[in-house]
Each structure stands twice: as C-alpha cells, then as structure tokens.
C-alpha cells in the first residue's frame, strides 16, 4: 500500500483530467476521494474508456453539469487496499468499475440486482453524481489515477484478462449485451443495430456470438469492409431505411444525435421491439408522435440503461470465455480533447481508451 496516497484523515489522494466548463479543454486537476470503508476497495487505475456519454456529460448536452468534471465509467485496473469486511477482492486483484459506484441496497430493484433503477432514486453515478453516501460529494470518474468503490459494484476480472480491451466491456460491453438478453436473442433472430461506434460494435459482436443474423444502419459505408469481416449480413446506410426489405426481431439504436425513429419502427416484424440506448443531446433529443406510434402498433419500443452489477459480471465472463472484446485504439492523457473531436466529427474508429498508466 502507498502511504503517499493516503492524507491524515484517510482520504484518498487522485490526479486526474478535468473539464472546467462545458467547452473548456481537459486539463490535469489534483483532488481527494471519501476514505476506504469497510466494504470498499481502492483501484489504482491501468485503463479507462472513453464512452459518447463521457462527451455529452462533459459538454453539459443532457443538462447542467458539475463542474470541475472528471468523466470515465469505463474502469479496469488492480486493487491496491481493501476495506476491512472486503470478500470478494484481494490487494493485487484485477477490477472493473462501470457507471455505477453505490445504491440503496434494499429496495425490490436493488435486491435484483437492477440497481440503476433503485426505487429510492439512490443510484450513485461513477462522474457527476451527487454522493449521499459521502457527504453529498461530487462523484469524480475513471480519467484519473485511482478510485474508491464499494466491493459490491466492483466486478471481479481474471489476473490474464487483457486490461485495455476490459474497460469498454464496463459500459459499451453491459449496455449491449442487457437488450439483447432482455429481448431474447437467439439462434436465427434478425437484428439490426443502428449506430456502429463504441456500443455498435459490441452489440454486433454479442448478437452474432448468440446466433443471430446482424445488420448495421451506419452513417456512411466507411466502416463496411470492417463490419463484414465481423460476420454482419447487411451493411445499410441510414439513408437506405426505404429501401430494406427484410424485417427485424430487434432493433438497437445506439445513435447519440438527432434522428427519426419512425422508419426504424417500419422495419421491425410484428412483435418485434426496439431498444433505445442512445442517448442524444436534451435539446435535439428525438420524439414520437403518438398518432403514428399508435398505427404502428404491434411493436414495441423500450429504453434500456446500462445493466445491473449482477448481469455485468455475467457479461464480463461472457465476452473472456467468447473472446468478444472492443476495437480500441490506445491514447495518452494528454489525448483525449483530440478524442472527444472525432467522436463528435465523424473521425473516430470505435472505442478510444485512455492508458492512465501515463498520467
Ligand atoms: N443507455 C445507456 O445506458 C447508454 C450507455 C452508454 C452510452 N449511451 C449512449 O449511446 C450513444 C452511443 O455511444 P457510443 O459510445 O457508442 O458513441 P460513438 O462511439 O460515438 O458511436 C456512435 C455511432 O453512431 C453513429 N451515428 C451518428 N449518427 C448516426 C445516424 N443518424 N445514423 C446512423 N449512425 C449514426 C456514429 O457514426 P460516425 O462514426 O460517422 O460518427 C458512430 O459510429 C451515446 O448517445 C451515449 O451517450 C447510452
Ligand atoms: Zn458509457
Ligand atoms: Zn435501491
């Protein structure tokens, strides 16, 4: 353990990256954590994703942010120190950490293991989140070198596992594989996914590994060649909606601007369903005429929320037993505005993810 980390009171040293203001640059920022409770452990950082939720956070698009912001809920590294009741972790453990850090514990969603939906509205965001189990805190996240976490949402990751590839499993990975469990995804099912970034890929990755036939809606044929060596069907465009003959079972959209969702809806078969993960920005969020939902009718649309801890380990051991893992490319630090400009302009691959081994 590093006495160096440690202030007198037992609080938490952590460096991390910070925005100041919605349209700041990101910039070193030195600040503390709660201590190590019982039930805690203390994760020195290796590799944080940077997930599209990051840049709409970080540029208050879903509402006013705190700031100082230190986005990242996409976490993996190795415990340092654990708390004194701590089971499931050992010092010198693989972690990961996703988008939750803390809830209630006791409500009917809690005790399934659905805790981003507690009913006592005391689901604990990893960034920018209010801490009522801290002093009401401001929650920093993963561009940082270190972090403190309740056991009970950390996720156990084997010593072998490749720690770069882990961290986008903790969001991109969970948000993904939960609609296409809850939608019952099997041998022969038609899916399409919309939106082939960070998320796009996983869910490919995952429903082609459950037997499904997959299709992708890209915003342009950039990314073919790459889709079709994954085993993806049918490469279409957003613009060739009119043209798609064949119907789906599923549809997940992980489009994270303004788009129509009605000629979505036209291609799902009867009974089939749409799973909405993307999250636009609050003023050009998407909405539906309940004229033309209702003539639609026979089909189901749902919005679907990261997934709980329960069903992230499940997904964690899935993706290391398939060999299913993000296409990432490594940064620095230092890197990450450069990041956020080319998730936004159309420039980036998948998943960057940032090597906080350099900070
Ligand atoms: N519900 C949840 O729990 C949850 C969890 C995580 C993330 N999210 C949200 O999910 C969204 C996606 O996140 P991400 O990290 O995957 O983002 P990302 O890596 O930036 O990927 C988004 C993809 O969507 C594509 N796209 C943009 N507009 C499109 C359109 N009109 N038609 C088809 N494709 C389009 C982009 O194309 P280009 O490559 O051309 O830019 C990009 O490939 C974000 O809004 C994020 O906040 C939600
Ligand atoms: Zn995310
Ligand atoms: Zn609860």
């Not at 009917?108 to 009522?132: H, L, M, R, V």
């Not at 429903?207 to 499904?212: Q, V």
């Not at 189901?300 to 296409?327: A, V």
């Amino acid at each position: 353990m590093n006495s160096k980390i440690f202030l007198e009171n037992g609080r938490i040293k952590s460096k991390g990256y910070a925005m100041f203001s919605k349209d700041s640059k990101f910039t070193p920022f030195e600040f503390t954590r709660h201590k190590i409770g019982k039930n805690d452990i203390l994760i020195a950082i290796k590799y944080a994703g940077i997930c599209h939720s990051d840049i709409h956070t970080a540029r208050s698009e879903w509402g006013k942010t705190t700031y100082p912001c230190v986005p990242g809920h996409e976490i993996a590294g190795e415990v340092i120190a654990v708390g004194e009741n701590v089971s499931k972790f050992k010092i010198g453990d693989y972690a990961g950490v996703g988008c939750m850090v803390n809830s209630c514990g006791e409500c009917e969603a809690c005790k399934k293991s659905q805790e981003q939906f507690c009913e006592n509205g005391k689901t604990i965001y990893t960034y920018n989140s209010k801490d009522i189990f801290h002093n009401n805190e401001n929650t920093y996240g993963g561009y940082s070198n270190n972090i403190v976490v309740s056991e009970n949402f950390a996720i156990n990751v084997p010593k072998d596992a490749p720690l770069e590839k882990i961290a986008p499993l903790l969001c991109a990975g969970i948000t993904t594989y939960s609609p296409l469990k809850f939608s019952n995804v099997k041998e022969g099912s038609n899916v399409a996914i919309a939106g082939f970034g960070g998320l796009g890929v996983m869910a490919v990755k995952y429903a082609i590994k459950m037997g499904a036939k997959v299709s992708i809606f890209a915003r342009n044929e950039k990314k073919k060649t790459k889709a079709l060596a994954m085993g993806v069907s049918n490469f279409y465009t957003s613009t060739d909606k009119d043209i798609v003959k064949e119907r789906f079972d599923l549809i997940i959209s992980t489009i994270p601007t303004h788009y129509d969702l009605l000629p979505y809806m036209d291609l799902l078969k009867y009974g089939g369903e749409m799973a909405i993960v993307g999250l636009p920005p609050h003023d050009i969020s998407p909405s539906i005429n309940i004229i033309n939902l209702v003539y639609k009718a026979g089909k189901k649309i749902y919005g679907s929320l990261i997934g709980g801890i329960k069903e992230t380990q499940e997904m964690l051991d899935f993706s290391i037993k398939n060999n299913i893992y993000p296409e990432i490319e490594i940064i620095k630090p230092s890197e990450i505005d450069k990041a956020y400009e080319n998730l936004t302009n159309g420039k980036a691959n998948f998943r960057y993810v940032i090597n906080m081994n350099d900070i």
